[in-house]
């Protein structure tokens, strides 16, 4: 039933001139349907990562310690004024090599996808920190008076005021910020990671049909920033605080 459902599909599509007939094929099928696997495993383990790399990075950069916040500002200037497609050929293919040889082993414990997972969170995660750290300096100065007047600590105030306040205050820029990084993910076929990137340029370099799969990846990238948008969305308008954007 599906082969047929399959069948009538591709002949529809043929006669716009699009060729869809490697759905077909049970390995190209097969090989397809992965890649949109590990592509939503990216942005699955990419999101969480790079907020909370941006929650710890902001902690720093507000910090009071000369000694922790330099060093962290310079990192963030580093990283998000150089290319993340650089970034990721540096780590897979220079940090990676070092991890190796340190370790003595013939290959890095650390995957390919995880490589990718964790320079696109760090990446991402620099926008989220300067986001946040403009939210951080937007909350009143009345409110922090009012929290050492309570005498809470300085790392009190951070986390459960001024970070809690920050995120709402930032949190269309986050949004913004997670919508592109769920495309970024698509570099992981610059390294051979198998998202749907990849695995369309191997079958399209065998059955000559680029401008389908082109589509179907537009598509698929398509919904997944819509639905990371409209949840954005629902948080902006659950979270929303009484008197501000009204």
């Known amino acids: 039933m599906v082969h047929d459902f399959l069948n009538e599909l591709v002949a529809f599509f043929k006669v716009l001139g699009l060729n869809y007939s490697f759905v077909l094929d049970p390995i190209d099928r097969a090989a397809f349907l992965s890649g949109m696997v590990?592509?939503?495993?990216?942005?699955?383990?990419?999101?969480?990562?790079?907020?909370?790399?941006g929650v710890i990075i902001t902690a720093a950069l507000t910090s009071q310690m000369r000694w922790l916040s330099a060093p962290v500002g310079a990192f963030v200037e580093l990283v998000r004024n150089t290319p993340t497609l650089v970034q990721l050929y540096c780590a897979f293919l220079v940090l990676n090599m070092l991890i190796s040889q340190q370790l003595g082993q013939g290959s890095s414990p650390i995957s390919p996808l995880m490589w990718v997972v964790l320079v696109v969170s760090i990446h991402k995660a620099v926008f989220h920190a300067e986001a946040l750290r403009a939210g951080v300096e937007a909350v009143p100065s009345?409110?922090?008076?009012?929290?050492?007047?309570?005498?809470?600590?300085?790392?009190?105030?951070?986390?459960?005021?001024q970070l809690p306040l920050a995120t709402r205050f930032a949190l269309p820029s986050l949004i913004n910020n997670l919508v592109d990084l769920v495309k970024m993910t698509a570099i992981a076929s610059a390294i051979a990671v198998g998202d749907v990137t990849y695995q369309s340029i191997m079958i399209w370099?065998?059955?000559?049909?680029?401008?389908e799969l082109i589509l179907l990846i537009l598509i698929y990238f398509a919904v997944l920033t819509w639905l990371v948008s409209k949840a954005g969305r629902w948080l902006e308008n659950h979270l929303r605080m009484p008197g501000y954007g009204q």
Do not use: H
């Not at 590990?38 to 790399?53: D, K, M, N, Q, R």
């Not at 009345?142 to 005021?161: D, G, K, P």
């Not at 370099?205 to 401008?211: G, P, T």
């Open 205 to 211: 370099s065998q059955r000559d049909n680029v401008l």
């Open 38 to 53: 590990v592509s939503l495993e990216l942005c699955i383990l990419t999101i969480p990562f790079s907020l909370l790399a």
């Open 142 to 161: 009345i409110t922090l008076e009012a929290s050492r007047s309570m005498a809470f600590s300085r790392r009190q105030i951070f986390w459960y005021v």
